[in-house]
């Protein structure tokens, strides 16, 4: 598992572009990106969780990553179909242009991990 900053994506759907307030008909901002690379299961392990418990420790990482260097978003490159599948599952958008290249803003991310603590409190 890698993960990397990265510049943001111009081809969002519109909903989830970040413009210049002082512009909000302008053009989409480039915003800081955490780019994740390299996350991959062994196919003997799928359906295992470890898929799973991957995506929860490198999002935390990212958090943290984040406030560092002000990452607005997550983004990956599914590098097939079922890839695409799991960080759909996980609430990434894919691009407009490339359905391999999937984001979710960090905001999203850490709401889920808010949420994620307090249900696991509570059990």
């Known amino acids: 598992m890698t993960t990397t900053w990265s ?6 759907p519109p ?12 053009s989409p901002n480039r915003s800081p990106c955490l780019l994740i690379g390299q996350l991959a299961v062994d196919h003997r392990q799928v359906g295992r969780g470890v898929g ?14 984040a406030d560092l260097v002000g990452g607005r978003a997550i983004v990956v490159r599914a590098v097939d179909e079922e890839a695409e599948r799991f960080w759909q599952s996980w609430g990434f958008i894919p691009s407009l242009d490339n359905q391999s290249l999937l984001l979710r803003p960090m905001t999203d991310i850490r709401a889920w991990m808010v949420s994620y603590s307090t249900d696991r409190a509570s059990v």
Not at 7 to 12: E, G, H, K
Not at 15 to 26: A, I, L, V, Y
Request: aromatic share 6%; hydrophobic share 30%.
């Open 7 to 12: 510049s943001a994506i111009r081809d969002l």
């Open 15 to 26: 909903s989830r572009q970040c413009r210049d307030p002082k512009d909000p008909n302008g």
């Open 52 to 65: 799973t418990a991957l995506a929860k420790y490198v999002f935390r990482r990212c958090v943290a990553g």
